[in-house]
């Protein structure tokens, strides 16, 4: 599989070859999906919780008698079916959300991702991504001169090594995420826009899901 390596200028100077086992997969839309559902469900927290009737600060005694009013029998004010009671099947916090995914189906979906990616031409790769100083405007500059990140289009960079210039710099940006490929994940990878490779991080991506 060919990318498009670019200059500093944003120009397309040459191609860099990658492996296709893992830029040349076939894009399964399926796999994707359960990959991401499974990444975003297991990032929850699971912290809510709601008051079954045994927790209900109201009495246990029986509001009325049980004949004789023309009312509907009550047990207690608690009761699921009146305002303020508790619930019938309450949300614990124990709740466990997470989703089995197991190597194999990460390492596939994610080579599908970037297979696909790289297909529709929104990823490039770069000798090397960094700026002097902790600036936005240099970097949103170094961006535009890339081509990139124009028309409010998102970006993600993936570079080796994110020093503290990058990450100051790209904060106060918006649309803009610059992480380590350790750090690049499937949910990541679909919601922006374009995607930026070092040649550094070519080369661990290449290592990590070969």
């Known amino acids: 599989m060919e990318l498009k390596l670019l200059d500093a200028d944003g120009g397309s100077k040459s191609n860099v ?6 830029f040349g997969r076939d894009y399964n839309e399926a796999l994707i999906h359960q990959l991401v559902t499974a990444y975003q469900a297991n990032a929850r927290s699971g912290n809510r919780a709601q008051k079954g009737r045994s927790e209900i600060a109201k009495s246990t005694r029986k509001p009325w008698r049980q004949k004789g009013t023309g009312r509907a029998r009550a047990g207690m004010a608690s009761s699921p079916l009146w305002r303020g009671g508790g619930r019938i099947f309450p949300n614990l916090p124990d709740e466990n959300f997470t989703h089995k995914i197991n190597k194999k189906m990460y390492r596939a979906g994610v080579c599908s991702i ?3 990616l790289a297909r529709e ?12 100083a902790p600036k936005t405007k240099m970097l949103a500059d170094k961006l535009k001169g890339f ?13 080796d090594a994110v020093d503290e210039n990058l990450m100051l710099a790209s904060r106060n940006l918006m649309g803009v995420l610059i992480v380590e490929p350790r750090h690049a994940d499937p949910v990541s990878l679909v919601q922006y826009k374009n995607v930026i490779l070092t040649r550094s991080a070519l080369a661990k991506i290449e290592e990590m899901l070969s």
């Open 17 to 22: 070859t990658a492996p296709d086992t893992v």
């Open 114 to 116: 970037l297979s696909q």
């Open 121 to 132: 031409g929104r990823l490039s790769v770069v000798d090397n991504f960094s700026v002097d």
């Open 147 to 159: 081509g990139i990140g124009l028309n409010g289009a998102s970006t993600l960079v993936i570079s």
